[in-house]
């Protein structure tokens, strides 16, 4: 028998978000296996784009694209003998904190690639947008929102990784893909990634695990 392919478990994992089990199968099928050596953000724009066309997800490649990526990256950790929990969960008093930084720092990266073209204020309506999308708790999307249109206020209270925090940084890194592409966007958060966890402020090593 022939060994499973655990990238295309991984891919049909993050299809399930959005797609009942037999199409996000069926979905899964268009997914064209990395050649040795290549990255696999090749190809995947593309991939994404026409599992939206086809399954009626016009408008959320870019979400697409993060889960799927996502989905690649913890199954490629999950799988590395050297794969160890770097420090344990920050404490909620940390949370705000890290969110905070991330989403600022991706504010920042956006601002950086377009030069004078960036809107900030426009740039975290979006972000708001896709908060407002977002599972959970409506007072909690509430106060992500007024804290995004209101960027001088505190960012209060616990947005912890797998939860609140999580749909936070989720909200503005679909925003930035929907300003600078889906790859482009990708990179600045690896870029963001790397710099928090090798940061002198200890709370912003565990930025991972927002993501």
Not at 102 to 121: K, N
Not at 184 to 204: G, P
């Amino acid at each position: 028998m022939a060994d499973r392919d655990p990238a295309l478990d991984a891919v049909r994992w993050a299809l399930g978000t959005y797609l009942d089990p037999h199409d996000a199968q069926q979905a899964a099928t268009l997914w064209q296996p990395m050649a040795p050596g290549q990255s696999s953000l090749v190809g995947l724009s593309r991939f994404c784009r026409n599992v939206a066309q086809r399954f009626n997800l016009q408008g959320r490649e870019a979400e697409l694209h993060l889960h799927i990526i996502r989905a690649l990256q913890r199954q490629k950790t999950a799988t590395s003998p050297e794969a160890r929990p770097a420090r344990p969960p920050d404490p909620p008093d940390d949370s705000a904190h890290v969110v905070r930084a991330l989403v600022l720092a991706m504010q920042a990266q956006a601002s950086e690639a377009l030069g004078d073209a960036f809107d900030a204020p426009a740039w975290r309506q979006s972000a708001a947008r896709h908060v407002s999308s977002a599972r959970g708790s409506e007072a909690v999307k509430a106060q992500a929102q007024a804290w995004l249109m209101w960027p001088e206020a505190p960012l209060v209270g616990s947005w912890p990784a797998r939860g609140s925090g999580t749909q936070l940084v989720n909200a503005a890194y679909v925003a930035l893909a929907e300003w600078l592409g889906p790859v482009e966007a990708d990179a600045c958060l690896t870029r963001i990634v790397r710099h928090c966890e090798r940061s002198e402020d200890v709370a912003l090593r565990a930025a991972r695990m927002y993501l």
